[in-house]
């Protein structure tokens, strides 16, 4: 088991390369760019699992490119490549990103009082192997007025958040309880990266 590679994160998010940093996981971005789009009829766990593979290929592709096509480290060890998709389902549709203003209010009132999922695909790739993983967590939110869904709005904190809330910062306050990995819903399940790494010959945290 290793604890010695590299490790490159194929997101740009400062969420997720937070959690990483929390287990003491020091890593590379590199965002992929990659088509978020659903294909026809493609249901959502599929969905992510299809965008965290394409990214995690997509980086390891560009890793290959620049060291070679063993994509090897400076000390020999291939690096781990971490790549995650993260989206918010209620009633069977995937809410994204928002778009503006407008629909931030539409998606927290309409989460609002009920519970929906959070489902984030996993790909974590070294060499030629992989190990990928679709993890699930519902959250509920509590009752909310009309003040708590504009004081919220107003913050601009959902602005770039699927769902259009952010449950590691003030959307926390939205929460009445959670089902499962609190951090599934920040952007990467935690457990499932440390397993997936494992499956891959490396420890992290």
Same mark, same amino acid.
């Given at each position: ?17 937070? /959690?990483? =940093? $929390?287990?003491?996981? +020091? @890593?590379?971005?590199?965002? !992929?760019?990659?088509?978020?789009? &659903?294909?026809? *009829? ?8 299809? /965008?965290? =593979? $394409?990214?995690?290929? +997509? @980086?390891?592709?560009?890793? !290959?490119?620049?060291?070679?096509? &063993?994509?090897? *480290? ?27 203003? &407008? ?103």
């Amino acid at each position: 088991m290793s604890t010695a590679a590299d490790v490159v994160l194929a997101s740009a998010s400062p969420r997720r390369r937070d /959690l990483l =940093a $929390a287990l003491g996981v +020091a @890593v590379t971005v590199m965002a !992929a760019d990659v088509d978020e789009r &659903a294909l026809p *009829g493609e249901p959502p766990p599929a969905l992510v699992a299809r /965008l965290a =593979a $394409a990214k995690a290929g +997509a @980086v390891q592709a560009r890793l !290959a490119a620049l060291r070679g096509a &063993a994509a090897d *480290g400076p000390d020999g060890a291939d690096p781990l490549v971490i790549a995650a998709d993260t989206v918010v389902v209620v009633d069977g549709e995937v809410l994204g990103k928002p778009a503006d203003a &407008a629909e931030r209010r539409a998606f927290i009132e309409r989460l609002a009082g009920r519970s929906h999922v959070v489902l984030s695909g996993h790909c974590l790739w070294r060499g030629q192997d992989t190990r990928a993983h679709v993890e699930r967590t519902v959250v509920t939110f509590r009752s909310l007025d009309e003040r708590d869904v504009a004081a919220y709005v107003a913050s601009g904190e959902g602005d770039d958040k699927a769902g259009a809330y952010a449950i590691q910062g003030r959307g926390a306050g939205l929460v009445e309880r959670i089902e499962g990995c609190y951090s599934n819903v920040v952007g990467l399940s935690l457990p499932t990266v440390i397993t997936l790494a494992r499956a891959l010959g490396v420890r992290l945290g």
